[in-house]
């Protein structure tokens, strides 16, 4: 694979985008001020590839607080668990240096929101063509089951991500290689796809090839679906394996260049943000500036935490200074007022 000239070409795209999106995770002030704008966005696509579907809107006042969790509906929940899930694997790949059969498990439970682990040996899953393919519902593939089979087939998987010096391929290669793997195992009974789109990210990040994992990947597989599950059949009934990398590298090279420009918009529009409010609100500092940028929506307590303002009506008056200022606008839903930052809220929109 590694001697096709087309795969070195796109190797070499994807891996230099990749770097230029790392630079700019490198310039923001908070590292995790991704996870309620660009990490969410990954969360919601995500979860839409398996048909879950939630509003913008609808996430943005859920990170906020704006709702209620009993209110919270449950394909919002399920793109919050996704995200915490990505956070949570983060952490735990940071600490332990390698991926392990732990990490993973603890990833699709936290998905899931489930105690299950592997699939059983005796259940059937089969996996079958999608509702907008020719011959829908046909059976075009049967995981493998059986005692200790998945398990050892995973071990297997996870030896190869982990062990660089016996299997001396570009780590952009084997995450290719690995999520189809992964796909082909079909580990859980039920959070697959998902839980294979959080280890690309995460694998990525354990080789240093990405600071945090908010590479916006699955925009590119949900707008390339028919694609991506054409050229996972090609491999599983041709071993066509060139057209599948050259896919994924696509996807990491067209993505990295979004998550890049995101970036770089958010980072520009804070910069103009925190002069302007600068200029015309006395109190107006970085830390605010931060925080406001840190999700579209935001409840005036966020403010008071970081300013140590507890009289909700100075917070009122603060907040009404903001919306003079044009940082902010008003916004209700049913007794509860927040406010939106529109200039960001635009910038996620594309």
Request: proline share 4%; net charge neutral.
């Amino acid at each position: 694979m590694e001697e096709d000239v087309e795969v070195m070409k796109k190797l070499v795209a994807a891996s230099r985008a990749l770097a230029t999106t790392n630079s700019s995770i490198h310039r923001l002030p908070n590292p995790t001020m991704l996870i309620n704008t660009i990490a969410l966005q990954e969360a919601q696509t995500s979860t839409a590839i398996e048909n879950i579907f939630t509003t913008e809107d609808e996430l943005y006042k859920a990170v906020s607080e704006t709702i209620r969790e009993e209110n919270i509906k449950p394909a919002t929940k399920e793109v919050l668990r996704y995200r915490e899930a990505l956070w949570e694997g983060y952490h735990i790949t940071q600490e332990k240096g390698k991926m392990d059969m732990e990490s993973i498990i603890s990833t699709f439970r936290q998905i899931k929101n489930s105690t299950a682990g592997i699939r059983p040996p005796q259940t059937l899953t089969v996996i079958r063509r999608g509702q907008s393919e020719f011959r829908s519902g046909e059976v075009v593939y049967t995981p493998p089951r059986g005692a200790g089979i998945i398990e050892v087939k995973m071990e297997n998987l996870i030896e190869y991500l982990n062990d660089d010096e016996k299997y001396p391929t570009d780590p952009m290669i084997k995450m290719c290689i690995a999520h189809y793997q992964f796909e082909a195992i079909h580990p859980f009974s039920d959070g697959n796809g998902r839980t294979g789109r959080i280890l690309n990210l995460l694998y990525l990040v354990n080789k240093g090839l990405l600071r945090q994992p908010v590479l916006y990947l699955s925009k590119y597989i949900m707008i390339n679906k028919d694609d991506y599950y054409h050229h996972l059949s090609g491999v599983t009934q041709r071993e066509s394996w060139k057209p599948w990398v050259m896919y994924m590298l696509d996807a990491v090279e067209k993505t990295a260049e979004l998550t890049n420009q995101l970036i770089t918009s958010i980072l520009n529009q804070m910069e103009a943000t925190l002069a302007h409010g600068k200029t015309t609100i006395k109190w107006y500092n970085k830390e605010v500036n931060e925080t406001i940028f840190s999700q579209p929506y935001i409840k005036p307590k966020f403010i008071g935490e970081i300013l140590g303002i507890t009289s909700r009506t100075t917070l009122t008056k603060y907040f009404g200074e903001l919306v003079s200022a044009k940082i902010l606008s008003p916004a209700k839903d049913g007794k509860e007022v927040y406010y939106i930052n529109d200039d960001l809220v635009q910038i996620l929109k594309g």
